[in-house]
């Protein structure tokens, strides 16, 4: 079989690990392809809502075999208190979650390079979450790093020494940070202890031996297509690819194994960090958007900054991840809009443009389109007819814009409010 691709259109945070959670039951396994504990993937069932970080989000539904890939970086900490929550749901994950050799290890000392780095940016700070990204994945295509197939060798200590040593080193350009590598430590070799209880494999085998045996696979992306380290708003974005591809090279599957590609965007726009936003709302209707969405960092807690949806990225988005099928979510957030406006293209310096420009932080201006709204509750609808014109218009008109269908509406954080067309 071939392996299915959910991932974000936008700066993150669209919904993946709900509809991830949702797709499950119809999947043998559920893979994580890039990124690390910057993620946070909330769903909600029986009235409980969870947050995962780095284990994908196909844990909740049973016998599903869940895989973190070789593109994904790991915190021990982190993944230790993951699983140390989940464990009191009385979750037991020791089965069936692997994870690959190849994965990237997030060093006590890669958090404190991100905080020293983002202080010493001041103002152009990117707004990380600080969770040791940036550095580790530096590292990786450094060749510097350490991987979790290095925890079951001799040498392991050794290896770590050596790279911790060597951001010392590095750690000395910044004259006044100061730093304890030692409120870490501890806390991190525990987590390498608790890592060694779980399935260390070869993921690529795996995962390819699984396609081969007529199992489906959905990988499961982090972050979105705006924040890739290629495609993205460059240099405010994450340091992996984000996008389609990246399930190839963080899973090793090759292209012609990938089948559908769900592409997850949120009715409105939001972004968290620094870097340009061009349809972002400094005024009431952005606080209100944010008030009616909880648009709260589920990582961080950072009040997230939003705006109305903005088509040249997302037609952007939709054409470099090959996406067949759109998934749109929160679309209840605008239940109480008598109208809702939707940018179609920009007016730059050299004209009106409905491309994405080289650089969003020149003087772009988005040209908006208003459409009604439907200025009703539609959380409880569980079809599709049931659902107001206008928001059956307004789907229609994303969908004759950007050229893809949406197949799934989600209209609440719980997994029964979701709706497949
Ligand atoms: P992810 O990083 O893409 O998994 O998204 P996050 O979990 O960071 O943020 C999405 C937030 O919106 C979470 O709090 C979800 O519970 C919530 N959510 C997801 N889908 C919907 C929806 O359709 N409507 C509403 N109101 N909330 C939603
Ligand atoms: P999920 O998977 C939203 C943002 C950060 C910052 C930039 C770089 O939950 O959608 P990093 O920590 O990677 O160095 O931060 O990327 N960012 C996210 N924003 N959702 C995420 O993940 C994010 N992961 C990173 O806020 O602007
Ligand atoms: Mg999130």
């Given at each position: 079989?071939?392996?299915?691709?959910?991932?974000?259109?936008?700066?993150?945070?669209?919904?993946?690990?709900?509809?991830?959670?949702?797709?499950?039951?119809?999947?043998?396994?559920?893979?994580?392809?890039?990124?690390?504990?910057?993620?946070?993937?909330?769903l909600e069932f029986n009235d409980v809502k969870h947050v995962l970080h780095t284990i994908p989000s196909g844990i909740f539904r049973g016998d599903q075999i869940n895989v973190i890939g070789n593109g994904v970086v790991i915190d021990p900490i982190i993944f230790k208190k993951e699983i140390e929550g989940i464990a009191q749901l009385n979750i037991d994950l020791t089965n069936n979650l692997f994870i690959s050799k190849k994965a990237h290890l997030i060093l006590p000392s890669h958090r404190i390079l991100d905080e020293a780095s983002e202080k010493a940016k001041g103002k152009t700070k990117i707004g990380s979450t600080l969770k040791g990204i940036g550095p580790t994945y530096m590292d990786k295509t450094g060749r510097n790093g350490l991987r979790v197939g290095d925890i079951l060798?001799?040498?392991?200590?050794?290896?770590?020494?050596t790279l911790i040593e060597k951001h010392e080193t590095l750690l000395c350009q910044y004259s006044d940070f100061k730093y304890s590598l030692k409120d870490y430590e501890e806390g991190w070799f525990e987590g390498i202890e608790a890592l060694k209880k779980?399935?260390?494999?070869?993921?690529?085998?795996?995962?390819?031996?699984?396609?081969?045996?007529?199992?489906?696979?959905?990988?499961?992306?982090?972050?979105?297509?705006?924040?890739?380290?290629?495609?993205?708003?460059?240099?405010y974005v994450t340091s992996s690819n984000t996008i389609s591809a990246g399930a190839?090279?963080?899973?090793?599957?090759?292209?012609?194994?990938?089948?559908?590609?769900?592409?997850?965007?949120?009715?409105?726009?939001?972004?968290?960090?620094?870097?340009?936003?061009?349809?972002?709302?400094?005024?009431?209707?952005?606080?209100?958007?944010?008030?009616?969405?909880h648009e709260y960092g589920a990582t961080t807690g950072r009040p997230r900054r939003c705006g109305w949806l903005d088509l040249p990225a997302l037609r952007y988005a939709v054409m470099i991840n090959g996406v067949t099928q759109l998934v749109m979510t929160k679309a209840d957030v605008l239940n109480e809009f008598e109208t809702i406006k939707v940018c179609t293209k920009y007016r730059t310096p050299e004209g009106e443009k409905d491309i994405m420009p080289y650089c969003l932080e020149t003087e772009i201006e988005p040209v908006f389109t208003e459409l009604p709204g439907w200025n009703q509750e539609i959380s409880s609808y569980r079809t599709l007819d049931e659902m107001p014109d206008a928001l059956k218009s307004y789907i229609n008109y994303i969908e004759m814009k950007v050229g893809v269908p949406v197949k799934i509406l989600s209209v609440g954080p719980n997994r029964d409010q979701t709706i497949f067309k």
């Open positions: 079989m071939k392996v299915d691709v959910l991932l974000g259109l936008q700066w993150g945070d669209e919904g993946k690990g709900k509809v991830v959670d949702v797709l499950t039951p119809r999947y043998d396994v559920i893979a994580r392809f890039q990124g690390g504990p910057n993620a946070g993937h909330s060798t001799a040498s392991f200590k050794e290896k770590y020494q779980f399935n260390i494999i070869d993921s690529e085998y795996y995962i390819n031996d699984l396609i081969n045996t007529q199992k489906t696979v959905l990988a499961e992306g982090a972050q979105g297509t705006l924040l890739d380290i290629d495609f993205g708003s460059y240099p190839c090279t963080g899973l090793g599957v090759a292209p012609n194994k990938i089948g559908e590609i769900f592409g997850i965007f949120k009715a409105y726009c939001t972004r968290v960090g620094s870097g340009p936003f061009p349809t972002e709302l400094h005024d009431e209707t952005g606080d209100k958007l944010r008030n009616m969405g």
